[in-house]
Nanobody, 119 residues
Framework: QVQLVESGGGLVQPGGSQILSCTASGSGFLTYVMGWYRQAPGKQRELVVI???????NYAESVRGRFTISRNNAKDTIWLQMNSLGPEDTAVYYC?????????????WGQGTQVTVSS
């Protein structure tokens, strides 16, 4: 099994910045795609950004140019640098990992971390 530990989040003022991190831990796994999704109140969960093990990235149009994802494969960790935050970015942010475990590709989710953008 793979456990995901998220950190970061909290309250930030409009125009501010925040960093989220997510580390995958466990044994016998190989991570492929890692990324972030978010779910705002009353809305469906949506993709924020994903990054592959070879560094390819796919950003949602709504965050392109403001958010930056980075990854350390050796540590199975990703970071999400969020700049120019606005109220529309308020949501629970979930770490997502696609990994090979016991010969099968499986998907794992973190518990989520709340990001609130408000003055």
């Amino acid at each position: 099994q793979v456990q995901l530990v998220e950190s970061g989040g909290g309250l930030v003022q409009p125009g501010g910045s925040q960093i989220l991190s997510c580390t995958a831990s466990g044994s016998g796994f190989l991570t492929y795609v890692m990324g972030w999704y978010r779910q705002a109140p009353g809305k469906q969960r949506e993709l924020v950004v994903i990054i592959t093990d070879d560094g390819r990235k796919n950003y949602a149009e709504s965050v392109r140019g403001r958010f930056t994802i980075s990854r350390n494969n050796a540590k199975d960790t990703i970071w999400l640098q969020m700049n120019s935050l606005g109220p529309e970015d308020t949501a629970v942010y979930y770490c997502n990992v696609e990994a090979m475990v016991d010969g099968y590709t499986r998907e794992f989710w973190g518990q989520g971390t709340q990001v609130t953008v408000s003055s």
